[in-house]
C-alpha cells in the first residue's frame, strides 16, 4: 500500500470521504511542519547520542553538578576504567557537551550551557527543579 493510499483511507476514516485535492491539501499542512524542523540538526542529534550512554551521561551529571574535574575525579565516582572514562569524555566534548583544558599533564572538564540546559530539561521534566 503505497503512503498515498494510506493517507487517503485516512482521511476517508475522518471525514467520511477523500478525493484528490483533500490529499493535496492535507500534505500542504503536512508540508509547513517541515518549517519546525531545523535544518542544522546535526549538533542536537550528537549531544541527543551522546547522553544516550549510561557512562557519558553519569559524567555530564556530575560535571554539571562540579565546577570542574579532572579524569582522576571522575574515575572513582562512575563504575568503568580510567580509559571508559577518557573515552567518554571525548565524545562529550566532539558532542559540545563538555569544554576540555590542560593544566601541565592534567586535563580539567567542564560541563558546557548546552549540557546544562539538557539536565535541566531533564530535571523538568521529571520534576528535580523543585
Same mark, same amino acid.
Given at each position: 500500500?503505497? %503512503?498515498?493510499?494510506?493517507?487517503?483511507? =485516512?482521511?476517508? /476514516? %475522518?471525514?467520511? !470521504?477523500?478525493?484528490? &485535492?483533500?490529499?493535496? &491539501?492535507? @500534505?500542504?499542512?503536512?508540508? %509547513?511542519?517541515?518549517?519546525?524542523?531545523?535544518?542544522?540538526?546535526?549538533? $542536537?542529534?550528537?549531544?541527543?547520542?551522546?547522553?544516550?550512554? /549510561?557512562?557519558?551521561? +553519569?559524567?555530564?551529571?556530575?560535571?554539571?553538578?562540579?565546577?570542574? @574535574?579532572?579524569?582522576?575525579?571522575?574515575?572513582?565516582?562512575? $563504575?568503568? !576504567?580510567?580509559?571508559?572514562?577518557?573515552?567518554? =569524555? !571525548?565524545?562529550?566534548? /566532539?558532542?559540545? =557537551?563538555?569544554?576540555?583544558?590542560?593544566?601541565?599533564?592534567?586535563?580539567?572538564? +567542564?560541563?558546557?550551557?548546552?549540557?546544562?540546559?539538557?539536565?535541566? &530539561?531533564?530535571?523538568? %521534566?521529571?520534576?528535580? /527543579?523543585?
Amino acid at each position: 500500500m503505497s %503512503e498515498s493510499t494510506r493517507l487517503r483511507n =485516512l482521511i476517508e /476514516d %475522518e471525514v467520511g !470521504s477523500c478525493c484528490d &485535492a483533500d490529499v493535496e &491539501a492535507r @500534505l500542504d499542512r503536512l508540508s %509547513e511542519l517541515v518549517t519546525h524542523v531545523p535544518s542544522d540538526y546535526d549538533a $542536537d542529534l550528537a549531544a541527543m547520542k551522546a547522553l544516550g550512554n /549510561d557512562t557519558r551521561y +553519569q559524567v555530564v551529571r556530575l560535571l554539571t553538578a562540579a565546577d570542574e @574535574l579532572c579524569v582522576c575525579e571522575i574515575t572513582p565516582l562512575v $563504575d568503568v !576504567s580510567e580509559s571508559a572514562v577518557s573515552h567518554a =569524555l !571525548s565524545d562529550l566534548t /566532539d558532542a559540545g =557537551l563538555v569544554t576540555r583544558r590542560k593544566e601541565g599533564t592534567w586535563r580539567y572538564y +567542564q560541563s558546557t550551557a548546552l549540557a546544562e540546559r539538557l539536565v535541566s &530539561a531533564l530535571d523538568a %521534566e521529571r520534576g528535580d /527543579d523543585e
